[in-house]
């Protein structure tokens, strides 16, 4: 009881109900065919919304009007590059991504470069960035056929007994982001500058350098996502990151992280990532037609938020 | 706390009147910002393409110009509330389809879902006070549902703009090109609504200063439902004036117009925060993008690769002069 209690006291909790539900509605519909494999394809298809979701869940959690906008145009930018650096042969695939992650990290770090120079609000600069980003994918990567190498591309589907080993990793990685969001320094900073900016620099944290490090770390993290992206789905181009602008907010704030700023959670990312998905399966299973489909999402997304409700203003 | 409100107001008054000078130059200047971004962008299409400078030319170069300002003003008001609507693209286009079909072969019908929507746009802004909800994701979240409410009205591109709506867009009134009529016409009527009137100060002041207001007995459920409302009415005006131009629809048509109606009220000096907008420099803002979008680009031979690019380097170029102004100001 005291479990349940203390359980249904954490935000996070409701994010994995959600996608419980969402795939016990989808069994039943089938009547069991396929559970076990719809699990494996929301894991691996969750983890490219986690990868994201965790970096801008860090940015969010700055403060209200800290959002990254340019992720999609990142992820589209360095899904290119990765895969012209491995240039199909498996000996580069360290280097290309490599090259993903200085390209992802070099647009968030001029991100926070258009922040703290033109003292714009962090919405229109990653809009205006990703204006720029965008163009220089399409002018980068067209009229090329730009596939990965064959070894990366089977690491990215690998699975062990159903379970995608890139999704172990990502539950490593999100591990090492919950230690580094509640128990080191940056993390620290980071829910200090988002609970009170002022109070944080009074206190001696060292606000633009960490929010420069914020933005880096989520333009990383897109960099990384981008060709992992064009690894599992065999390819890279333009549109790859385009639905990742709504996903990566959404998982924010439906799994229990502050828009206000302040409060971040990382395994509610999971659970809102685990849930989205499976919500889009449910959906295709059903066969209901596009604009459904559409349809649905935005409503269940709107309503999610409705019902977790919105912080109460402290000032 | 007391010590320095002295000092402050101390140093206000103290201030020389050379300062107070140079301080109402810049401001000036920063008001005049959209303007000259505007005429900049003019002078070099006029320098790259002379011709261009003409009846005919400015008809066909700001053609989508009235749609585009439409939506800024839409987006302006949800500004001014200290939101953001991300849905005003799709909204724009669930419109589009809606014109394009119900509105011309059942129109009774067609007006009754457009005002729906209005309506829709009114309980969101109730919702997001009343549940203090993140204005960015609701909205997010309700562009995927114009976006598949356009779907279901409109599968494939198609559809066909009602007579009369293609009339009045096609109007060529003598010496000045409508979309410059329009315009004008759209800025004036906001700006005087917005900033002229006793209640435009009140829906203005729910962004400036939400508490004060409160504590002055106004209704900011009120406030954010009117904004919102008006939101709605303006991506409807701008959905419909789209497929005027278009004369058909296309459920992907206004997927765009999220990105530059958010541009368009920046780069017409508004600020994200503080109630802090301009309806004549959102329209001036508006005809910058929708110049500086293609006709400029096209002859500067720019490959339209580049012209998103354009976009983002215009609002960047323009706020870092507005920075530079800034400066002086303090």
């Excluded at chain 2, 060529?172 to 800025?187: Q, R, S, W, Y």
């Excluded at chain 2, 006793?198 to 900011?220: D, E, F, P, Q, T």
Aim: glycine content about 12%.
């Amino acid at each position: 009881m005291i479990l349940v209690r203390s359980l249904a006291g954490k935000p996070w909790v409701w994010s994995f109900l959600g996608a419980l539900v969402v795939w016990l509605a989808t069994i039943a519909f089938t009547g069991g065919y396929g559970a076990g494999g719809m699990v494996t394809a929301a894991l691996s298809l969750a983890v490219f919304t986690v990868i994201v979701g965790v970096g801008q869940m860090f940015v969010i959690t700055l403060g209200p009007g800290n959002v990254d906008l340019s992720l999609p145009a990142n992820i589209g930018l360095a899904s290119a590059v990765a895969m012209k650096v491995m240039a199909g042969s498996d000996s580069m695939i360290v280097v290309g991504l490599l090259a993903a992650l200085a390209c992802g990290a070099a647009i968030g770090a001029v991100n926070y470069l258009l922040i703290w120079a033109l003292r714009i609000p962090p919405i229109i600069a990653t809009l205006s960035a990703s204006f720029i980003i965008q163009s220089i994918d399409i002018s980068y990567g067209r009229g090329l056929q730009i596939k990965p190498p064959p070894g990366f591309a089977d690491f990215t589907n690998w699975q062990i007994l159903g379970i995608p080993v890139l999704a172990v990793l990502t539950v490593l990685f999100t591990i090492g982001a919950a230690i580094a969001l509640q128990r080191m320094i940056y993390g620290r900073s980071v829910l200090a500058i988002g609970q009170n900016i002022r109070a944080a620099w009074l206190a001696g944290v060292n606000v633009g350098r960490i929010r420069f490090l914020t933005y880096t770390l989520s333009g990383a993290l897109g960099g990384i996502d981008g060709a992992l992206l064009a690894g599992y789905f065999r390819g890279a181009n333009v549109d790859i990151g385009n639905e990742y602008l709504l996903a990566s907010i959404a998982v924010v704030v439906i799994g229990g992280t502050s828009v206000a700023g302040g409060k971040a959670n990382v395994p509610g990312v999971w659970g809102a990532a685990l849930f989205l998905v499976l919500l889009l399966t449910m959906l295709n299973t059903f066969g209901v037609s596009a604009g459904v489909r559409l349809l649905l999402t935005g409503l269940i997304i709107v309503g999610v938020i409705t019902a977790a409700g919105g912080e109460k203003a402290v000032r | 706390m007391r010590p320095e409100m002295t000092a402050a107001s101390l140093d206000a008054t103290t201030r020389s009147s050379a300062e107070r000078g140079a301080l109402a130059r810049a401001r000036l200047l920063r008001g005049l910002l959209p303007a000259l971004s505007l005429a900049l962008v003019l002078l070099a299409i006029a320098w790259l393409n002379p011709r261009a400078i003409s009846y005919f030319g400015f008809s066909l170069m700001l053609n989508l110009a009235i749609p585009i300002a439409l939506a800024t003003i839409a987006q302006m008001f949800v500004i001014s509330g200290n939101e953001l609507d991300l849905s005003i693209g799709t909204f724009v286009g669930f419109v589009g389809c809606v014109t394009a079909t119900w509105l011309k072969d059942a129109p009774l019908i067609g007006v009754a879902i457009l005002v729906g929507s209005i309506g829709v746009y009114a309980l969101l802004g109730a919702l997001i006070r009343l549940r203090n909800l993140p204005s960015i994701v609701v909205t997010l979240g309700m562009s995927f549902v114009w976006q598949g409410l356009a779907i279901l009205v409109l599968p494939k591109p198609g559809g066909k703009a009602p007579d009369w709506l293609l009339a009045i867009m096609s109007f060529k009134p003598p010496f000045v090109p409508f979309p410059i009529i329009a315009a004008l016409l759209i800025g004036l009527i906001v700006h005087f609504g917005l900033m002229r009137t006793s209640y435009g100060v009140i829906l203005r002041g729910s962004g400036g200063n939400a508490a004060a207001l409160k504590r002055a007995g106004w209704s900011l459920l009120k406030t954010k439902i009117v904004l919102f409302a008006l939101a709605g009415v303006f991506g409807v005006l701008s959905g419909m004036a789209l497929i005027g131009i278009t004369t058909s629809a296309d459920a992907n048509i206004g997927n765009g117009y999220t990105l530059l109606s958010i541009a368009g009220v920046i780069l017409g000096g508004g600020e994200f925060v503080g109630g802090r907008v301009s309806p004549i420099g959102a329209v001036i803002g508006a005809l910058t993008l929708a110049l500086a979008a293609s006709p400029l680009l096209t002859f500067m031979h720019i490959p339209p690769d580049w012209q998103v690019a354009a976009n983002g380097a215009i609002l960047i170029i323009v706020l870092a002069a507005r920075v530079l102004i800034s400066r002086r100001e303090r």
